[in-house]
């Protein structure tokens, strides 16, 4: 497994703004990736952050409004850009770890982002 | 778009197994059935997965049909604490790109009442 913290682990923000979120991870990982979770609903995929490549983003979502950084296996940024209240949401970073038969994802525990 | 069915809600009582059904009918022959959960608002909590073969750990214990069409969950004695969103996804187990990358459903909300 692995242990993930996530920093700062909630913020109010003003519109117009941008928040950089953190996530450590306690042991090298290949893959993170960065999640949200808006309120009432599940979690969906905004971007995969291999060390030493760009980040892959998916389908909604533009490395202009959440451009990633992945400096080492360790950690990785997620900077949420120019923030409207539609971007109130939990952002979670998770990481994945070969298992002996199959790879599974752990996740921090989120940053609640709260626009106004 | 999630490859599984799993019904919206679902209780229990404390101390007794629950069993959370999860449909995936289309899920191929490189795929794992992977369980998580997440308590209020907090990071999801990866339970169990599985290929073909029933397994257990000290969370929970996952049945697989024969055919892979379907499995369940089980938490063997149930706690106020397991109250929480499980969600069951079918994913590949290995490889990278998007592959890789877990794709979240509504998932059941299970209530443990005391």
């Known amino acids: 497994s692995a242990v993930i913290s996530q920093k700062p682990s909630r913020d109010i923000c003003q519109r117009g703004t941008s928040l950089t979120i953190q996530c450590q991870v306690d042991?090298?990982?290949?893959?993170m990736f960065w999640y949200r979770q808006q309120p009432g609903q599940s979690l969906t995929l905004i971007a995969t952050a291999n060390q030493g490549s760009e980040a892959t983003y998916e389908s909604g979502f533009v490395i202009d409004k959440f451009p990633i950084s992945r400096p080492n296996l360790t950690f990785s940024t997620l900077t949420v850009s120019n923030m409207s209240p539609e971007d109130s949401s939990i952002y979670l970073c998770s990481v994945g770890v070969a298992g002996g038969f199959a790879d599974t994802q752990y996740f921090g525990p989120g940053t609640r982002l709260t626009v106004l | 778009d999630a490859k599984t069915t799993q019904p919206p809600s679902m209780d229990c009582a404390e101390g007794r197994a629950a069993n959370l059904p999860c449909n995936h009918s289309?899920?191929?022959?490189?795929?794992?059935v992977y369980w998580y959960r997440q308590i209020h608002s907090q990071g999801p909590q990866y339970i169990i997965h599985g290929l073909k073969n029933n397994e257990t750990n000290e969370m929970a214990s996952l049945i697989i049909t024969e055919d892979r069409k379907s499995s369940t969950l089980i938490l063997p004695h149930a706690t106020l604490r397991d109250t929480a969103v499980y969600y069951c996804?079918?994913?590949?187990?290995?490889?990278?790109?998007?592959?890789?990358?877990?794709?979240f459903g509504k998932g059941t909300l299970l209530t443990v009442n005391p």
């Open positions: 042991s090298q990982v290949t893959m």
């Open positions: 289309t899920i191929s022959g490189n795929e794992y």
């Open positions: 996804i079918v994913r590949e187990g290995t490889g990278g790109g998007s592959n890789y990358k877990l794709t």
